[in-house]
């Protein structure tokens, strides 16, 4: 259906003054600040609710409860990121959280409450119970709902669904909007901004087995890596430890806080194992608890091992998770009686766009915010439930910074614009490049996924490439330009992976099983061009200097 839109010499052109890609918790957050600032588009493939953010289950960590502290929170993040975190910018985060949740709840968001005052759960490497929760198991509906209602009122913000943003428009050596596909139409846009901002979400579909939704196909890292935009931390693949096994449907996600309220992990022989692997059993991180999964499916020669919640007693589940009970019921699955059979799955990215703490990247006039973006707060593993809180802190930090980025000559002459990305025809079938993206797929999660070799990193990396140059000639459809996407999105993760040579945290090499010196304190960068043996030492810091917030370098 697009091909037709290739031949066209004169796209229709959109000028504005902020231009938005997404419409997660960290876009819908950027658009209300800088919808004091100017005209904000907002484009995003599918609808307002085909993102990460909305199917986010667990929750929001926040140091608000009369428990905890932010240097707590800031600690269990440095700690459950294995001191690969930037300690500024989680500084950032727990520190500027509390407001933007206080916000969030006076522009409507309603968040379970115990008592009448805020209900506050356990997940795995929280010191305290900080995880704030909407719905039970639903709180990433609520806070896409509430800002979404925030910026439904706005006079300055236009809405473009079911537009599929292609390359980011590139001059003189800065960013100026992106060339757009209508998946209805099939035409090309060129929308022009003074300041562009990536909030694509991740690219958990590079994976055969994902709690993401069909549309986390990578597309704004893959736009960013294509305009020599610097990419960091790309082999942090977090694998949630539960999501639903079943062989005929797609994998859903199992909230951590049923562990956290207290789900065993039981293998095929019904033992509890957790108790082998981590003293913090169930509640270890999440890069160890699914090891540990991924050991015991190994060691009893089984797909999967159980969840068993069922001595949780059936109204407390139904009450606190009725998403999670009423799913498992549509597979004929009982949680109050029966055993979850449950593996690992591709669930979030660390890595991404390197930003500084305004969500700058290193081109001017491209800002991201999100899981598209490596803010370092997460180092080498997520704590549980920090992502949303990212979101509301460096949407807004991205947001207040690309106000202030008034560049000289705007709008740009938009000749020589690239629409598409290049090649020289495009003549490939819309089924081979399915074919390609399904064998992409099981060969990521075969040889990079949660137990990594030298070896079949290597053939990764040799068989993306091959797979890269036939689809050059991809349709310039949704499904090519995804699929395209995703196949250099696997690759920069496979070559990330296959430098480097040690094991911390996400990311596990079965032939280098332990940290080897000091060479483990550095972050991968992939650069178009640019070998990613390019990294930044960081400097060893005291025990003390990880004991209080201001004694961390500004």
């Not at 305009?227 to 199992?254: C, K, R």
């Not at 810091?541 to 500004?554: D, F, G, R, T, V």
Request: charged share 20%; net charge positive; glycine share 8%.
């Amino acid at each position: 259906m697009a091909s037709s839109a290739t031949s066209r010499v004169s796209p229709q052109v959109i000028s504005t003054d902020f231009l938005i890609l997404g419409a997660g918790v960290a876009g819908l957050r950027a658009a209300i600040e800088l919808s004091h600032h100017g005209r904000v588009t907002m484009v995003a493939k599918g609808g307002p609710q085909d993102n990460n953010s909305f199917y986010a289950q667990g929750g929001v960590a926040v140091a608000l409860s009369e428990e905890d502290d932010v240097i707590l929170h800031f600690e269990d993040t440095l700690k459950a990121g294995h001191q690969l975190c930037s300690r500024p910018a989680t500084k950032v985060l727990v520190e500027e959280g509390p407001s933007r949740i206080h916000e969030l709840i006076e522009w409507g968001a309603t968040f379970d409450t115990v008592d009448g005052k805020l209900a506050f759960t356990m997940e795995g490497a929280h010191s305290r119970h900080r995880v704030l929760r909407a719905g039970g198991d639903a709180t990433g509906s609520e806070m896409v709902r509430a800002l979404s209602v925030k910026a439904q009122s706005l006079k300055n913000l236009t809405w473009m669904g079911n537009h599929f943003a292609v390359e980011l428009c590139i001059q003189d050596g800065r960013c100026w909007g992106a060339s757009i596909l209508d998946e209805l139409s099939g035409t090309v846009k060129i929308i022009l901004a003074s300041a562009t901002l990536l909030v694509t979400g991740g690219a958990g579909q590079v994976y055969a087995r994902t709690t993401n939704p069909a549309n986390a196909t990578g597309d704004g890292i893959a736009m960013a890596f294509r305009a020599g935009v610097i990419l960091e931390d790309m082999e942090f693949v977090q694998f949630h430890p539960t999501a639903l096994y079943l062989p005929s449907s797609p994998p859903f996600l199992l909230s951590e806080a049923l562990r956290g309220e207290g789900g065993i992990l039981r293998n095929n022989r019904c033992e509890p194992f957790m108790k082998h692997y981590h003293r913090s059993l169930e509640l270890a991180p999440r890069d160890i608890v699914s090891r540990a999964i991924w050991t015991e499916m190994q060691r009893t020669k089984a797909r999967h091992v159980y969840l068993d919640v069922t001595h949780l007693g059936a109204t407390f589940l139904k009450e606190r998770f009725p998403t999670i009970y009423a799913t498992c019921l549509r597979y004929d699955i009982d949680i109050t009686e029966e055993w979850i059979p449950v593996s690992p799955s591709a669930h979030y990215f660390m890595g991404g766009i390197k930003t500084n703490l305004h969500g700058a990247s290193n081109l001017p006039g491209l800002f991201a915010a999100g899981e598209v973006a490596c803010s370092g707060v997460h180092g080498a593993n997520r704590l549980a439930s920090n992502s949303l809180l990212e979101g509301l802190v460096f949407g807004y930090r991205a947001a207040r910074a690309a106000a202030e980025f008034l560049p000289s000559g705007f709008p740009p002459n938009c000749t020589g614009i690239t629409l598409f990305p290049k090649s020289n025809a495009r003549t490939m079938l819309t089924q081979d490049v399915e074919k390609i993206r399904n064998s992409l797929r099981r060969l990521m999660w075969a040889k990079v996924g949660l137990v990594r070799t030298g070896e079949s990193l290597k053939k990764a990396v040799d068989q993306i490439q091959q797979w890269s140059q036939k689809l050059s000639a991809a349709p310039c459809n949704r499904p090519g330009l995804e699929t395209r996407n995703m196949a250099q999105v696997g690759q920069c993760i496979a070559e990330a992976a296959l430098w480097r040579a040690n094991s911390v945290g996400a990311h596990f090499r079965e032939d280098f099983p332990f940290y080897k010196g000091l060479e483990w304190k550095t972050h991968s960068r992939c650069q178009q061009g640019v070998s990613n043996r390019s990294v930044v030492r960081i400097r060893k810091k005291s025990k003390k200097h990880l004991s209080a917030l201001n004694q961390i370098e500004a």
